[in-house]
T-cell receptor, first 112, second 112 residues
Framework: EDQVTQSPEALRLQEGESSSLNCSYTVSGLRGLFWYRQDPGKGPEFLFTLYSAGEEKEKERLKATLTKKESFLHITAPKPEDSATYLCAVQAGRGATNKLIFGTGTLLAVQP | DTGVSQDPRHKITKRGQNVTFRCDPISEHNRLYWYRQTLGQGPEFLTYFQNEAQLEKSRLLSDRFSAERPKGSFSTLEIQRTEQGDSAMYLC??????????FGDGTRLSIL
């Protein structure tokens, strides 16, 4: 069964303290790995899509990388406004499915 | 893009009542998805439309749940005979073919 596991569940950083979030996956035929940001009471906001091992994407202080078994979301010099839940999701299988399978997320708190 | 719009934002109802939610996707997005999210969990896939055709349904979508997208634009999700376990955030997403899914801010359902 396709599965996505995120760690840690929660992370508290000081402003400017860089760190990484992990997303490990077990799927049959990865078609894409997605990172979303979710603020309280809001829907997930799309950040990145990664398709193949070795691929990297960057946006401001965020950088996403992908290997054959996991993805990392690196946060460089975070600011309090980066505080949110970060969700990882995969799209898998060679059939017609387009559903996303999500992990449970990492709750990031950045303190000033 | 004006974003995915969901209505209502909050719904409180008594157990056993029927409820209906509406989703207006981003214009020109041919694909529309429904997910359900409970506290501390990632979104779980419910169903998916391409234009007006419902192409995939999760086992989570019991007989009490029905979704429609009659003209390939907006969609409705109806829950009949609501139960306590139906309390959740119901999220709608839309996309173009083979493009990332963009989410609305959801409808929060509370069952009394």
């Amino acid at each position: 069964e396709d599965q996505v596991t995120q760690s840690p569940e929660a992370l508290r950083l000081q402003e400017g303290e860089s760190s990484s979030l992990n997303c490990s996956y077990t799927v049959s035929g990865l078609r894409g790995l997605f990172w979303y940001r979710q603020d309280p009471g809001k829907g997930p906001e799309f950040l990145f899509t990664l398709y193949s091992a070795g691929e990297e994407k960057e946006k401001e202080r965020l950088k996403a990388t992908l290997t054959k078994k996991e993805s990392f979301l690196h946060i460089t010099a975070p600011k309090p406004e980066d505080s949110a839940t970060y969700l990882c999701a995969v799209q898998a299988g060679r059939g017609a499915t387009n559903k996303l399978i999500f992990g449970t997320g990492t709750l990031l708190a950045v303190q000033p | 893009d004006t974003g995915v719009s969901q209505d209502p934002r909050h719904k409180i109802t008594k157990r056993g009542q029927n409820v209906t939610f509406r989703c207006d996707p981003i214009s020109e997005h041919n694909r529309l998805y429904w997910y359900r999210q409970t506290l501390g969990q990632g979104p779980e896939f419910l169903t998916y439309f391409q234009n007006e055709a419902q192409l995939e349904k999760s086992r989570l979508l019991s007989d009490r749940f029905s979704a429609e997208r009659p003209k390939g634009s907006f969609s409705t999700l109806e829950i009949q005979r609501t139960e306590q376990g139906d309390s959740a955030m119901y999220l709608c997403a839309s996309s173009r073919t083979n493009q990332p899914q963009h989410f609305g801010d959801g409808t929060r359902l509370s069952i009394l």
